[in-house]
């Protein structure tokens, strides 16, 4: 009888947590191009002469110096600072902007902008009815393909500087995949990506980062400009940029043992102090062979927060149930 | 005009002339185009320039020499504004009493609803 293959809930989607198995995969994800299907991502687009101008005034990023081709991470703040999306632009032409916005964040991020289109010259648009999404990782050599699927893709940085995000109707998914297959790129499953990108620090919405989190405190410090001018936002970030620092910041955590610690599991320093908390968590891969880039074979890694009464004078971290921690600065 | 449109003070409408008069403006051709955008710390910022065009659904409001236009969806956010001028020390420029901003932004050029 064969066995039914795990699945993850990703923002309410099922997916599956493994395509061969979870240390194979991540394999596949260290070394050869990847894919995984992504049925969260959405995508919006910003269409007409004002366009560039319009998201400028109300991103935390500099859009309106962004030449036909760019992509840059941008992040979508309410009046005091607070995240309301984490975003992706890419300008695919001087009138049409595509945004790259997770599911969980799409609705309100369409609703701001609408509400805020009033004497701009611009309109918005969902250009896939039932969007399929794939996240790329790796040398991307689909994108011929992709067009002959009426799909598009854009750069984003997931997990490596050369990712892609591509698009299309949920029809040509079948499609699509017999492409890769053609390109020599693997599917993955969601739990090879997961553990990736927590070692690589990137926030997950609803996990990691929410609307009560400061948007540089989910490191989203590559998400603002600081020299354009007014935005939707900016008085608190600038405020905080030139006068402060976040009390608290989502930072890589690795950990002894190999039993998953809850989401919510606190930190506590030398002194027993509640210093911060755990947001996301992975065990790595039995098979796994360690490499330069990857943390001990047997580590469990994390992301949570940590105050920064603790970054500053750092001493032993644990939690509660006496596992010591250890924090990776983001240099390392 | 309407009791809940716009209102123009007569410092501000004598300010909107002289600068009128000092770019070489035509009075009888010129209008002052008043409007909201998205932008400014606060999500919506005033714009305001000098226009010849008029468009069909245009609100227009006359006083002391000046024509205002506001177009439909901006009214939406400026009824019962004053558009004042201030000459004093703190800063020198057109001035909006905006009855519908529930907050504004620290240097005063945005406004939230």
Avoid at chain 1, 218 to 247: F, M, V, W
Avoid at chain 1, 287 to 292: F, N, V
Avoid at chain 1, 298 to 322: C, D, M, Q
Wanted: charge should be negative; charged fraction near 25%; hydrophobic fraction near 35%.
């Amino acid at each position: 009888m064969e066995s039914a293959i795990p699945t993850r809930t990703v923002h309410g989607y099922s997916v599956p947590a493994a395509v061969s198995d979870p240390a194979f995969d991540y394999e596949v994800l260290a070394q050869e191009p990847a894919f995984l299907i992504a049925p969260w991502e959405r995508r919006v687009d910003v269409i007409g002469p004002d366009a560039a101008s319009f998201l400028h005034q109300l991103l935390t990023q500099d859009i309106r110096t962004m030449s036909v081709g760019d992509s840059r991470p941008a992040a979508q703040a309410d009046r005091t600072g607070h995240l309301q999306a984490e975003l992706r632009v890419f300008r695919a032409d001087e009138e049409t902007i595509h945004v790259r916005v997770g599911s969980p964040y799409v609705s309100e991020f369409v609703a701001t902008l609408e509400k805020h289109i009033i004497m701009e010259d611009v309109e918005l648009r969902m250009p896939f009815d039932e969007p399929a999404a794939v996240l790329f990782f790796g040398d991307f050599r689909a994108e011929e393909a992709l067009r002959e699927l009426g799909g598009t893709s854009m750069p984003v940085h997931e997990v490596g500087p050369d990712d892609r995000v591509c698009f299309l109707n949920s029809t040509s998914l079948p499609a699509l995949r017999k492409a890769m297959e053609e390109i020599s790129a693997r599917e993955i499953g969601w739990d090879a990506f997961n553990r990736r990108r927590i070692e690589c620090g990137r926030a997950w919405p609803g996990l990691d980062v929410g609307p009560e989190r400061l948007v540089p405190e989910a490191g989203y410090e590559d998400h603002i400009s600081y020299n354009k001018g007014c935005y939707l936002g900016q008085e608190t970030l600038a405020r905080l940029h030139y006068r402060g620092r976040p009390n608290w910041q989502l930072v890589r955590l690795q950990m002894d043992g190999e039993d998953l610690p809850s989401n919510d599991t606190d930190l506590l320093d030398a002194s027993g102090e509640r210093v911060g908390w755990i947001t996301s968590s992975a065990s790595t891969p039995t098979a796994s062979t360690p490499t330069a880039s990857t943390p001990t074979p047997t580590a469990v890694v994390a992301l949570g927060y940590l105050h920064r009464r603790f970054r500053e004078t750092p001493t032993n971290l644990t939690t509660p149930s006496g596992r010591t921690v250890t924090w990776i600065p983001d240099s390392q | 005009m309407e009791a809940t449109s716009i209102q123009i003070t007569d410092a501000a409408a004598e300010a909107a002339v002289a600068t009128m008069k000092s770019e070489n403006r035509p009075l009888e051709s010129t209008y002052l185009r008043v409007g909201v955008r998205a932008g400014g710390c606060s999500g919506y910022s005033y714009d305001l320039k000098f226009t010849d065009e008029r468009r069909d659904n245009d609100t227009v409001i006359e006083h002391g020499g000046v024509r205002l236009l506001v177009d439909p969806k901006s009214e939406t956010f400026l009824k019962g504004t004053e558009l004042d001028w201030s000459g004093g020390l703190n800063g020198k420029g057109f001035v909006f009493n905006n009855p519908n901003a529930s907050g504004t932004c620290g240097c005063g050029e945005s406004f939230s609803v």
